[in-house]
């Protein structure tokens, strides 16, 4: 139920909440964290450059470990795209 | 520099990069990073139903400490409401 | 000596302790702290109902992601009644 | 209701789940968890030595800024008892 | 006699450990450890310049929140060397 | 670019600034980022006491979690001299 509510719509929406998520999970360097939420990002309908500014801003908030952890999302991303 | 990369728009608006922000700033308990977005925010034209959603993507991510910091965000929405 | 201070009892028993620093390796996601201290903890005398409860507080104090680390304690615990 | 929660007995009784909330609170150096949560301990029946013994895991699990959130702890566990 | 270790010289002399505390004080973002470590390395005998390198470090390695402890650091040292 | 400050010398040196990107990364246990500053301090001229000095000054910042990560750095280090 707790991931339900970020799957919802509110004030902000499903994909922004669900990029946000990714942000911190980049962020707070959680490993199992990213490609879950870069995979619901998706789902929610996020772009590969959406997913890309999230990045961006995890890395100017995380430092130089979101540098680590951004590449794991890219390479989430990456992966997924090729699932498709 | 840093900081202003975030308040540019690319694929994410400004506002959705300042939120997300935030949303770190809680998640990671800077509190000297939470007024700092909170203004940032509202400058960028966040609502405060969407910073409150913000805060909640925060305790979610963040849980019982983000409970702390993410009052401390209300308390600075509330402050810069009152300044206005 | 550092983890034999906390495998002895004083106010609080060696146990507890255990349970405890199980409770901070998932909340601060600690992937190579979880197995060790399940492991210490059940060793201590723990139930596999007093991890689950400690895996729940971590959650509360740690959120979205201390669920993902949590899992990889559940993980273990089911690693280390089989390995019995 | 995410505090309720720890608050109860289950495998583990209200007032271990507390000091494991303080423990943690301590090693994630979140200031405005610590009284809180030292309070809570306190009233599920908590003794000054297992506060002190909880201290002492969240240093060993925490190091050098443990010590520093965990004089914090001491000084609010100062301010209850002479509040009594 | 946990901070009598990094004070002490080794491979590393202790000014060059103290400033290494530093830098980890600001990344972890921990309001307490920031004056007291920034005191210890003036004291083993940084410069200022050596202590603003220290900061740099840790904001490439922490990001937009250690820019604010970075500050708080700045904040110290000039604190100190009024006091002299 | 971020790295290459690092990497150059300013009022502390390439090898000391790369041990403290590399003490930070233990501290915030962040996996990706210990074999990369490992590599680096190495390639910076430090030596092998500097690294485990290095290590000792995390452990006492990082606590528990600092071991199982200074405990990888060991491991980063003891490869990249294997490949020489």
Redesign the interface.
Known sequence: M??K??GSD???DAK??E???L???I???????IA?HVHDALEAGA?E??I???I??????????????G??ALEALKQFQLDK
Chains 1, 2, 3, 4, 5, 6 share one sequence.
């Open positions: 707790l991931h509510a970020a509110g004030a902000l922004t909440k990029l946000m998520a942000a911190i999970g962020a707070v360097r959680c490993d199992g964290c879950f772009t450059d959406e890309v500014d999230t961006g801003v995890a890395i100017m908030m995380g430092g130089g470990p979101a540098v680590v952890y590449s794991a």
